[in-house]
């Protein structure tokens, strides 16, 4: 090596010692502060689309802190009796409406975006397409949630109105209305909790996935 050569060679390890330095003694940042922080100069109030929706309530607070892992047995399951306690059952006690109207529902993943007037004048669509296979015949779906095609038939629903049938109606409720009741970090929208579809709504999206005659299980 001429000594040149090796003059650059010093200087590269200098400088690699002294960047493996930085590394290991300056404080780890606050990642948690500095997304709050970016999130907060990134987002305002437009139309009936507020910053508030970026609080996150115990149970989402508690999924983000996991990071994907599973939460802790007894914190799951306080967090599970909590959002079960928020699900209210059908105030007429039917639970199945009507099939067309909900798979228009599952297709339509419209509502709460800025642009919609207000949540009073624009219905919000159940957006079911976006994570779940409904029917065969859709051009395409999200796979985000498990395929919900036969989802009546699998669990052996031949009469929406046979008591037998009752558990899975108010299982399948409850997960509508609620999902974490059942799942602490599940990913799918609370529906009935965080007020996006009103009872009618949830009907019909009940009888698009558990009704005989609905084409999901046909
Ligand atoms: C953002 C994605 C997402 C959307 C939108 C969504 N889901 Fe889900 N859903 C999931 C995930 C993920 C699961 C599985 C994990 C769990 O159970 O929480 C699930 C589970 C379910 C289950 C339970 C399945 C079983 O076998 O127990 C039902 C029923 C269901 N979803 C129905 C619906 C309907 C109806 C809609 C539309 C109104 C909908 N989902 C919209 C993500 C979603």
């Not at 502060?33 to 999130?39: E, N, P």
């Not at 039917?94 to 067309?100: A, E, L, V």
């Not at 509502?111 to 395409?140: F, L, V």
Request: glycine share 8%; proline share 6%.
């Amino acid at each position: 090596m001429s000594t040149r050569q090796l003059t650059r060679a010093a200087l590269f390890a200098v400088a690699a010692v002294a960047l493996a330095g930085c590394a290991a003694f300056a404080p780890r940042p606050d990642y948690d502060a500095l997304t709050a922080q970016m999130m907060k100069s990134s987002f305002r109030d437009q139309g009936i689309a507020k910053v508030d929706r970026l609080q996150q309530d115990a149970a989402n607070a508690e999924c983000s802190k996991a990071e994907g892992k599973p939460l802790p047995d007894d914190l799951a399951r306080a967090l599970q009796d909590a959002a079960l306690k928020t699900v209210k059952m059908p105030g007429d006690g039917r639970f199945i409406g009507d099939w067309r109207e909900g798979e228009k529902l599952a297709q339509n993943g419209r509502g709460m975006t800025w642009t919609d007037a207000s949540a009073a004048t624009t219905a919000n669509g159940g957006n079911c397409y976006n994570c779940h296979q409904i029917d065969p015949k859709e051009i395409s779906y999200g796979t985000i949630g498990p395929s919900l095609y036969q989802y009546g038939k699998n669990r052996g629903v031949a009469d929406v109105n046979a008591p037998t049938a009752r558990p899975i109606l108010e299982y399948t409720w409850t997960k509508l209305y609620n999902a974490k009741a059942y799942n602490a970090c599940s990913g799918m929208p609370r529906f009935g909790h965080a007020g996006l579809l009103d009872e009618k709504q949830m009907r019909d999206l009940m009888a698009l996935i558990l009704d005989p005659q609905s084409p999901v299980n046909r």
